[in-house]
């Protein structure tokens, strides 16, 4: 019955008016302010004041706490001033003003975010009908997202106010009415995001598809040294690899609107390319937005096998004489992708045998000729009239198997 009677007891203090919230104070779940030992208090007093989760403040023994915010005396002549300073600013009226003034205590978030989550350093304060003009200040101070203005007589103003990010780029826009009777008032200001104007840029970047080696494979890791990159159909850009990569600066394309075409070719240090991508990006008008193309292979293998007959009889590479083996690969335009006789291969290897692999061929359509010299000089080679054909898909890699087409070649 004892257990019962202290357990009623401490519900009842902890459910009591006024009284703090004992745990973990932050700022996700406390209104007023924590104090040193993490109790979330009202933070409405002079002695612990603050708002949102802030570290209690304890005002001046001439100052008072008016929502959560240190308030100096509320008569007298114009207040501190400030562009950037702490967190009480001038407001209406400057020195020699006859009767009270009072203080507008402004509040605020971006839709909803912090300064932090938004990415807004500064506020920029414009009061009509006050000498408060395009005055900044921090947006954060002292841990509370907002300011103070001071020295306001009674009546009405409206503010306009400003968000910008660290690069002075103006990010929100706020209003605010505001009613000054006979004492301190407080604004809740909601921002909200500027639609921008103008030409936009994109800020370019690139990434490589999965290697055996890595998922996310360096321009090192890619044998990429040079990366081409052109908008629009522009003059391309050849870039160093490493540029697009995440540390990389990037490759910037200015004054872009609506939809940009990208067209990216990474290339090894002889120029061939591997990896190739055109992709539409919009451009936000305006603003500077990062964009990372992920490339894609250009490239595929090309694995085959061969023989030699003549008339009836089926011949190794020894039986004919044949030491080397040329292929070449013409594309469907006429042009051969070897010079001379094509690329030169052992006839017999000691691991494939009479078969090899092309590792990284463009992709396309070809058609096929070999050719070999065996003993005599007898001239061996596919059909040169009718050649057979093959197709090279990028991104596919087939190996030596069962379905490895082979190549007869004749005299």
Known sequence: MRVIFQLLSLALLLAAPGCVVRNHCTPNNCNGCCDPTGMCLDGTTKDACGVRGAMCTACGPTASCGAGICLGPSTGGGAAGGGTGGGAAGGNTGGGVVGPTYSIIFLWNFAGQTCAQAAVSNVVVNVAGASTANQTVRCNTGGTDGIVLLGFRPGSYTATLEGRDATNALRFRGTARVQVVDQDVSAQVRFEPVMATGPGELLVRWSFPALSTSATPTCAQATITTV????????????????????????????????????????????????????????????????????????????????????????????????????????????????????EVPCADPTTGQATVFPYLPKGTFDVFFQAVGTGGRLFKTDQTTPPRVTVTAGQFPQLDAATPTYTMSP
């Open 228 to 343: 081409s990159v052109s908008a629009n159909g522009g003059a391309a850009r050849d870039l160093t690899c490493s540029t697009g990569e995440p540390s990389g600066m990037g490759a910037r394309f200015q004054n872009l609107s609506g939809t940009a075409t990208l067209d990216l070719a990474a290339a090894d240090m002889n120029g061939f390319v591997y990896f190739r991508k055109q992709q539409q990006v919009p451009v936000p008008a305006g603003v500077s937005t990062p964009v990372t193309v992920a490339l894609d292979w250009d490239v595929g293998s090309l694995p085959v096998r061969w023989q030699f007959r003549d008339g009836p009889a089926t011949l190794t590479c020894a039986q004919a004489g044949v030491t080397s083996v040329y292929l070449n690969l013409r594309t469907q335009a006429g042009v051969l992708l070897y010079p001379n006789a094509g690329a």
